[in-house]
């Protein structure tokens, strides 16, 4: 950008004080976002999860009956 020395330099100045802001400013944001938006998510799944009744199993293994040598020739 060619501008009049004067101008240039309340340009230089300006787009500094830009470059700062905009530091400031997406440091304060993304740090809002990520306590609160993020935070108040986990600890909402947190509750949901102990809210959650656990079903009485002892164990989640399912047997699965044994499969025949021929089964495995034609898998598609």
Known sequence: MHLPLPLQRLYDLWMR???LLGRIVSFLLLSILWLFGFGIYGIALRVAKSIRPEP???S???DVP???ADDMRHQF
């Open 60 to 62: 989640y293994w399912i």
């Open 56 to 58: 009485s199993r002892d």
């Open 17 to 19: 004080f830009a470059h």
């Open 66 to 68: 044994p499969k025949m």
